[in-house]
C-alpha cells in the first residue's frame, strides 16, 4: 500500500486496482491529477461536512474513472444529479460494500461531527478517525466537558478493541499543545495499528507514509 498525504486529514491510498481517497479539501501539491484514475477503481469517502473535511469538487472525478463515493448522512451530495447516482450514505453502526463487495466498510462513531471509518480490502484493514480524538481544549472545556469527551472517545476505542488495523489515521492537532497526542495514545494503548499516520495539522502535505 502507498500512502500520500494530500493534505490536513486528506489522504489517497494505492493498494493495487483501488484507490482509497479520505476527507479531500485541499490539494496545494495537486496530487490528485486525473491520470491517478486510470485502470483503477476509486472509492471517496467523506467523515462529515466540516469545510476541513469535505470539497465537493470530488464529484468532479467521476469524469476521470470509476469512482464511488461514502458520505456520512449528513453531508450534502453535489449539484450534479449524474454524479450523486455513485455516492452511498452511512452512519454511525452502519456497514456497505463497494465494487461487488471488494470494498467493505464500516462507520464507527466521532466525538465531534460525523463518522470514522473501518475501511477492509484485499486483506488489508484501514481506520481513518475523521474528527475521532480525545479533545482536550485547556481553558476552554470544563471538568465535566473534559470527562464526558475521554468517556465518548473511550467508547469507540473499545468498540474497535481486537480488530487487527494495518494502518489508523488518528488527529495530532498541534493546538492541543501537551495533550495533542492524547487520543493518539489511548488508541495506541487501547486498540494498536501496525503503522498511525498522523494528521489534522498544518504543513503535512505531500508526506509518504
Request: net charge negative; with cysteine.
Amino acid at each position: 500500500m502507498k500512502i500520500t498525504c494530500i493534505g490536513h486529514s486528506g489522504f489517497w491510498a494505492e493498494l493495487g486496482d483501488y484507490n482509497l481517497i479520505f476527507d479531500y479539501y485541499t490539494d496545494e501539491k495537486n496530487i490528485i491529477t486525473p491520470e491517478i484514475f486510470a485502470d483503477k477503481k476509486t472509492c471517496v469517502f467523506v467523515s462529515h461536512n466540516h469545510h476541513d473535511h469535505y470539497n465537493k469538487k470530488v464529484f468532479e472525478w467521476t469524469e476521470f474513472g470509476d469512482v464511488a463515493y461514502v458520505l456520512e448522512n449528513d453531508c450534502p451530495l453535489g449539484s450534479n444529479p449524474a454524479t450523486n447516482t455513485s455516492a452511498l450514505r452511512i452512519g454511525e453502526g452502519e456497514e456497505l460494500s463497494m465494487f461487488n463487495g471488494a470494498v467493505h466498510v464500516k462507520a464507527y462513531g466521532s466525538t465531534d461531527e460525523g463518522v470514522s471509518f473501518l475501511v477492509r480490502l484485499d486483506g488489508l484493514t484501514i481506520f481513518h478517525a475523521g474528527d475521532l480524538n480525545n479533545w482536550h481544549w485547556d481553558g476552554e472545556m470544563s471538568k465535566q466537558e473534559l470527562a464526558e469527551m475521554e468517556s465518548n472517545y473511550l467508547k469507540v476505542l473499545h468498540q474497535l478493541a481486537g480488530i487487527n488495523i494495518d494502518v489508523a489515521f488518528l488527529p495530532d492537532d498541534p493546538r492541543l499543545g501537551v495533550h495533542a497526542r492524547r487520543g493518539i495514545e489511548g488508541f495506541e494503548r487501547i486498540v494498536g495499528a501496525k503503522k498511525i499516520v498522523p494528521m489534522h495539522f498544518p504543513g503535512n502535505a505531500g508526506e509518504r507514509y
